[in-house]
């Protein structure tokens, strides 16, 4: 009956109107939330098939749909840690109960931002208990290869606040200025010394000693050293032994000319590296290569190391952590070594939409959404990841009061249909009387 279709679409239209006011409410409602993607309503009608002149009402039916593609605009923090995606992809998190319980692969859950601090083990959480989730890096600081379509592999990100760390020495730079007076037939010959602190594989402090011999002629001057050197760990051994000749020409004196290995490493005169073995392991040391300005040199009358530098640092306390936009995660020690400890990835799928919402803005993968992806931020795909910095609503709260008030006089229209409807069935009724 078209009286009667009427009404049924009156009731559809208050209960899809009802339906948009509920997403229009929940997106208000979360409208200062951090990483909240709004909910939309959308309206299909129904259509009856009509004949003999009358017309059935259908009616209309509502579905919503999560924007989980549409995010919120970055704002500045003062933590380290809290972390917000830039562009596409979210990271990677689970439940702290379920990452530690040591019963396989945590569930991952994917967020867009977060709010993380250290708790009493160390973990990287949120205050709802959510545990950052990344790629642990080996002692050299690299990350090993990784499947990069599961989550397998992936680990709560966790640092001791009070661990230690402490970085060998591989190299040392001598530049060196060398008397040239001292090379000439009547100087007294005393070798020239210089102590290179070093630190070992433990992280102690040893040194590199190197003495400079010159070597006296009969007549003139001979431009030559005789270059030893020992380490301290090993009292008493030569690591290696060169001679060194000078180049006294008016366009190059006082360089390098060349030299002659006798023991330890071999000199490379390309690159101007020898290689010596102290207790801990080899170390690179850099004199020059002949004819350069820089390394080890002969002018004048005075010993002077000019620039001695060297890599490695003793025992260090860790001070701070910082993420950086590729989503490493670096532990900065107080006496300068950074070291990197973790990797978090950025997980894209083709639908983000299809993932199903869960409390907390996270959300899991569904088959709607289709196969997940970890990419490494800023590569493919993905945008970056940045520090100090929050994901805030997507709601726009201007936009949603515009929609609570067509929404309003919608509902008003649906009721004022079942009000007519009723009065009219009512005149129906009346014909009898």
Sequence with gaps: MTISSSLNAGVAGLS??????????DNIANSATYGYRRVEADFQSLVNKSGGGTYSAGGVRATT???????????????????????????PVATIND???????????????????????????????????????????????????????LEPVRLNVNQFTGDPTTSITLGVNLPATDTNFDASGTPQQLSVEYFDNLGVSENVIVTFTPSLPAVGASNAWTMQIEDSAQPGVV????????????????????VNTLSGGAYDAAT????????????????????DAVGLSQLGDNFAPLSISKDGAPIGNMTSLEVDEQGLVHAFFDTGTVRTIFQVPLVTMPNPNGMVALDQQVYIPSPESGNYYL????????GDLVAFAREESATDVAGELTDLIQTQRAYSSNAKVIQTVD?????????KR
């Design 16 to 25: 899809s109107n009802a339906s948009r006011l509920a997403t229009i409410s």
């Design 65 to 91: 749909q999560r924007l989980i593609d549409q995010g919120g605009s970055l704002v500045a923090t003062t933590n380290a840690t809290d972390l917000a995606v830039r562009g596409n992809g979210f990271l």
């Design 99 to 153: 990452a530690t319980s040591g019963n396989g692969s945590p569930q991952m859950l994917l967020t867009s931002t977060g709010s993380f601090r250290t708790n009493s083990d160390g973990y990287l959480v949120t205050e709802s208990g959510l545990a950052l989730m990344g790629w642990p890096a080996a002692p050299d600081g690299t990350i090993p290869t990784q499947s990069r379509d599961t989550s397998v592999g």
């Design 239 to 258: 690591i290696g032994e060169y001679e060194l000749t000078f180049d006294d020409s008016r366009t190059a004196g006082g360089t390098l000319a060349s």
């Design 272 to 291: 101007g590296m020898l290689i010596v073995e102290v207790a801990g392991g080899p170390i690179e040391i850099d004199i020059g290569s002949p004819g």
């Design 375 to 382: 990419w490494n931020a800023s590569e493919g795909p993905t």
């Design 423 to 431: 009065e009219m069935l009512q005149e129906t009724t009346n014909i």
